[in-house]
């Protein structure tokens, strides 16, 4: 398993902190001083240095579309912008919550659709002018 380094604890970076300022250079020393076919990829030092060169590279932007293709896949993306087009009196938290329910109850066989998405949005928060007629 493959984690983020930018997502550990306040812990593990005053951890690391502490290695990198206290025993930093005599690692460097010491990882330096073997000849080249008798550095090892478990030197300490090693692992310090590619650590400190992950921070200082910035996270590569998740490509979806190219992950996707390597994959052999598809798949249709919403977003709150698109509920917030055809309910614009909805928050974020309510678009929101209206996407998660479309992909709840969606139905392969007619697919994400506006109509999908206009039918849950009404009913999860009818429209204002909906429940004035209703009066």
């Given at each position: 398993?493959?984690?983020?380094?930018?997502?550990?604890?306040?812990?593990?970076?005053?951890?690391?902190?502490?290695v990198?300022?206290?025993?930093?250079?005599?690692?460097?020393?010491?990882?330096?001083?073997?000849?080249?076919?008798?550095?090892?990829l478990?030197?300490?030092?090693?692992?310090?240095?590619?650590?400190?060169?992950?921070?200082?590279?910035?996270?590569?932007?998740?490509d979806l579309?190219?992950?996707?293709a390597?994959?052999?896949?598809?798949?249709?993306?919403?977003?709150?912008?698109?509920?917030?087009?055809?309910?614009?009196?909805?928050?974020?938290?309510?678009?929101?919550?209206?996407?998660?329910?479309?992909?709840d109850?969606?139905?392969?066989?007619?697919?994400?659709?506006?109509?999908?998405?206009?039918?849950?949005?009404?009913?999860?928060?009818?429209?204002?002018?909906?429940?004035?007629?209703?009066?």
């Open positions: 398993m493959t984690h983020d380094i930018r997502t550990f604890s306040k812990d593990f970076w005053q951890a690391l902190e502490h990198l300022e206290h025993y930093w250079k005599d690692e460097r020393d010491d990882f330096c001083s073997e000849p080249n076919h008798k550095r090892s478990y030197h300490i030092y090693y692992s310090l240095r590619t650590i400190r060169r992950a921070l200082r590279k910035p996270p590569k932007p998740l579309h190219a992950l996707l390597s994959r052999k896949q598809v798949a249709i993306v919403g977003s709150i912008t698109d509920v917030r087009e055809l309910r614009p009196d909805l928050t974020d938290e309510e678009s929101w919550g209206v996407l998660v329910q479309c992909s109850v969606h139905d392969c066989n007619y697919g994400f659709t506006w109509e999908l998405l206009k039918a849950v949005a009404d009913d999860m928060y009818p429209a204002p002018d909906e429940t004035e007629e209703g009066k």
